[in-house]
């Protein structure tokens, strides 16, 4: 015969909110979690903003300004001896942080980053590559940006390639190239003491993730 087992009233009651209170716990232990894991969205610092937007609405176009840099590098191209900005008439522009320290014994230390964007022209830069040929010095134009690494990387909405061979201010860095509203856009470090061919992709993903775009303000109507 089979076994029938009977609760009573207290006892239906009690197993109910076991039942409640286990279902309750686990929705508030899985939203606890989701909203622990959500990383705080980048932010351009204010004192750098100042310039990339002044930057964007000159262009008329959208930059990235970088909410992070390797050390020790600061966010401001202006009142820098090395850091600069250079602004094309086809609203091209490059922006560049640089530091430097000579060392002793020759022991030279650089850290150096480049930002460029070209607003309305997504095709790859050429640069001078200059050869010695035969004792003669040749100049041969090639591709600004080579060696594109087959796996595309993935930094939020942007989708980059990596570049490994690059010429002119991009020469010996790592590059990332990525294209955005007809435009294109890149991210380069120098391969460099204090910092590794490692350390160094470690900076760029790094950066990469923080990037924040900063639109051009409408212009005023006359």
């Not at 035969?134 to 989708?159: L, Y």
């Not at 390639?161 to 020469?171: E, I, K, P, R």
């Not at 160094?200 to 924040?212: I, S």
Request: hydrophobic share 40%; with cysteine.
């Amino acid at each position: 015969m089979r076994k029938v087992v009977r609760f009573g009233t207290v006892g239906v009651l009690a197993a109910l909110l076991v039942l409640t209170l286990a279902a309750c716990g686990g929705r508030g232990s899985k939203a606890t979690a989701t909203s622990a894991s959500d990383p705080a969205a980048p932010r351009c610092p204010a004192s750098w903003r100042v310039s990339w937007q002044k930057l964007a609405n000159e262009i008329d176009a959208p930059v990235y300004c970088p909410s992070w840099l390797p050390q020790p590098l600061a966010g401001r191209w202006n009142g820098s001896p090395f850091n600069g900005q250079s602004v094309d008439p086809d609203r091209s522009y490059l922006i560049r942080f640089l530091w430097f320290d000579s060392g002793e014994a020759g022991n030279i230390s650089e850290v150096h980053v480049n930002l460029r964007g070209q607003a309305g022209n997504p095709k790859i830069p050429t640069c001078d590559n200059t050869l010695l040929v035969a004792g003669k010095t040749v100049h041969r134009p090639s591709p600004c940006f080579a060696d594109p690494k087959p796996v595309k990387r993935h930094f939020g909405k942007i989708v980059a390639t990596l570049y490994t061979a690059n010429q002119g201010s991009d020469q010996w860095h790592l590059l990332y190239l990525w294209r955005y509203r007809g435009g294109l856009y890149t991210l380069s470090e120098h391969v460099a003491p204090p910092y590794s061919y490692t350390q160094v992709l470690a900076n760029l993903d790094r950066m990469m993730r923080g990037l924040v775009l900063v639109e051009p303000k409408p212009k005023l109507k006359t």
